[in-house]
Nanobody
Framework: QVRLVESGGGLVQAGGSLRLSCTAS????????MGWYRQAPGKKREKVAD???????NYADSVKGRFTISRDNAKKTVYLQMNSLKSEDTAVYYC???????????????WGQGTQVTVSS
């Protein structure tokens, strides 16, 4: 199967920066879209940004101009550079990947376990 492992979360002051990483491993033939989602306490999970295999990116309006998503296909890793962080960015951040499995060539949506980002004001 597929495993996604996130890292880079933590506590930062408002205006600061963090960089999240997510690395995929397992039965991977190819990685299609990869993205970052977040869920704050009492709120629904929302998409923050995603990036296609061709490096086309999309961002939520709330993070445009502050966050940058990128990926390294050779390392099977997606990154989220977060600058000018605000208290409202506090959430658990989840990595997602659409994976073509090497075992069945079927398409699977895989999720990481989440990493906490806390922005203090």
């Amino acid at each position: 199967q597929v495993r996604l492992v996130e890292s880079g979360g933590g506590l930062v002051q408002a205006g600061g920066s963090l960089r999240l990483s997510c690395t995929a491993s397992g039965s991977i033939f190819s990685l299609n879209n990869m993205g970052w989602y977040r869920q704050a306490p009492g709120k629904k999970r929302e998409k923050v940004a995603d990036i296609s295999s061709g490096l086309r990116t999309n961002y939520a309006d709330s993070v445009k101009g502050r966050f940058t998503i990128s990926r390294d296909n050779a390392k099977k890793t997606v990154y989220l550079q977060m600058n000018s962080l605000k208290s409202e960015d506090t959430a658990v951040y989840y990595c997602n990947a659409l994976v073509v499995l090497s075992t069945t060539f079927g398409l699977e949506s895989s999720w990481g376990q989440g990493t906490q980002v806390t922005v203090s004001s």
